[in-house]
């Protein structure tokens, strides 16, 4: 896939003062809620660092109105569609007082990152509110109407959730890049792979909490290939029961995280560092579910802040050296 369209350069600049407070308020943002990436974020130069606080929040607040339950699917779609309308005007030049949108439209400006992979992060987004029984692609709608358990397989395929990946996560990938700085175009297509490892590792991790938000992204082809239905989930989400699903779908990510390794020389030499400590951050953190046995249903698994600060040391020494 490309890169998408050429970037919306905007024609009203905020005052300095302005800019300084809303990239203050995206940082706060990403520091209270990105466990994993703000990590890395730190090992950036200060400029960069904000900018991708800026694409965060904005991600950020995109999930939380998908993930909104006192609002209906319909409500939740409509909010989705004014939030990204609030974008483009943005874009447009049109003067805002949201500090995400001051602060993305200023890094977007900067580093001259797509308009068209914000829409995609977006539209992404609204995957997740899609109606069970509508036509979105690769929606498994339920026979009968809703399932007794209540969940939806999202996907029938493969091919259906790296669409959806793609979305949610590939096109973070692409625009990480644009901040990090590339010239040779093969970065843009392990940048898509990096992103799908990242989200499969996600999608293995939140198992258990997606399925209690009425969702299973596992593949319906990989569920019948196990002989699992979605409804065991809720019946009985054994850790037994999974595990050979649920390690085949991290044997997938691994080999999408080889290509995150390829990705590293490609991008500017001052963004490597912040590349490299993601992707062990990430990796960790699958290496960490297979050593309890992909049990994703007793707590929930986490790398210990220890851990990652090992990580980050040793990333801001390839910074420094």
């Known amino acids: 896939m490309s890169a998408g369209t050429q970037p919306v350069f905007v024609s009203w600049t905020p005052a ?7 990239y203050s308020v995206c940082r706060g943002i990403t520091r209270a809620n990105a466990k994993n990436f703000y990590y890395a974020f730190l090992v950036l130069p200060r400029r960069k660092r904000e900018a991708l606080c800026a694409v965060y929040a904005f991600m950020r607040r995109c999930d939380d109105i998908a993930d909104d339950t006192g609002l209906s699917l319909e409500e939740r779609r409509s909010k ?3 939030w990204l309308a609030a974008l483009h005007r943005a874009q447009q030049g049109e003067p805002t007082d949201d500090a995400i949108l001051l602060a993305l439209t200023d890094a977007q400006r900067r580093y001259t990152i797509p308009a068209g992979l914000l829409d995609d992060l977006a539209a992404g987004t609204a995957m997740d509110v899609a109606d069970p029984g509508s036509d979105a692609p690769g929606a498994e709608p339920p026979a009968g109407g809703v399932p007794p358990s209540g969940l939806t397989v999202q996907y ?9 990946c793609y979305h949610v ?7 990480c890049i644009h901040v990090f700085g590339y010239r040779d175009p093969a970065a843009e297509d392990l940048a898509e792979k990096c992103g799908l490892a990242f989200q499969l590792t996600n999608i293995i991790r939140d198992v258990k909490e997606d399925a209690s938000m009425g969702r299973v992204y596992l593949p319906q082809e990989d569920l019948a290939r196990f002989g ?3 409804s065991a989930l809720v ?14 779908e991290a044997e997938r990510a691994r080999e999408f995280y080889r290509a995150g390794e390829e990705l590293i ?3 500017s030499e001052d963004s490597q560092p912040a590349l490299w400590v993601l992707i062990n951050i990430y990796r960790k953190l699958l290496d960490r579910i297979a050593e309890r046995r992909y049990d994703v249903f007793t707590d929930k698994i986490s790398l210990r802040v220890t851990e990652k600060l090992r990580i980050l040391a040793k990333g801001f020494l390839q910074r420094i050296t």
């Open 156 to 164: 029938r395929t493969f091919e259906d959730l790296k669409l959806y």
């Open 16 to 22: 300095p003062a302005q800019l300084t407070m809303a």
């Open 80 to 82: 989705l569609d004014n």
């Open 235 to 248: 019946s009985t989400p054994g850790a037994e029961r999974f595990r050979p699903l649920l390690a085949f």
């Open 265 to 267: 020389p490609y991008i």
């Open 228 to 230: 699992l239905t979605a």
């Open 169 to 175: 996560a590939s096109v973070v990938g692409l625009v």
